[in-house]
Nanobody, 122 residues
Framework: VQLQASGGGLVQAGDSLRLSCAAS????????MGWFRQAPGKEREFVAA????????YYADSVKGRFTISRDNAKNTVSLQMNSLKPEDTAVYYC????????????????WGQGTLVTVSS
């Protein structure tokens, strides 16, 4: 499975941004897809995930109510709509796919995109 993320950029606090991730290859093996982020000097952290078949969603407390993850199975894409962005949301965002069910653990994801930088200025 190959993942291609896009949509990052520089925005101001309070703005919105939409990230997209296109999956190709053996997509039938995907069980869940997720977004993680890594800020400078910090560990990679879970942001959101979605089950590939049922579309059930999961969010980190820090983004709940502001971010929305969605998927389009026909296009093999997953998106992350980010609203009310804060400076602390600044990070490189990675999309990931897994065949297992450990949604919150980055180590349990099998495939990773290249990352896209989101910078939120105050």
């Amino acid at each position: 499975v190959q993942l291609q993320a896009s949509g990052g950029g520089l925005v101001q606090a309070g703005d919105s941004l939409r990230l997209s991730c296109a999956a190709s290859g053996r997509t039938f093996s995907i069980n869940n897809m997720g977004w993680f982020r890594q800020a400078p000097g910090k560990e990679r952290e879970f942001v959101a995930a979605i089950t590939w078949s049922g579309g059930r969603t999961y969010y980190a407390d820090s983004v709940k109510g502001r971010f929305t993850i969605s998927r389009d199975n026909a296009k093999n894409t997953v998106s992350l709509q980010m609203n009310s962005l804060k400076p602390e949301d600044t990070a490189v965002y990675y999309c990931a796919a897994q065949s297992s069910s450990w949604l919150y653990l980055s180590g349990m994801y099998d495939y990773w995109g290249q990352g896209t930088l989101v910078t939120v200025s105050s």
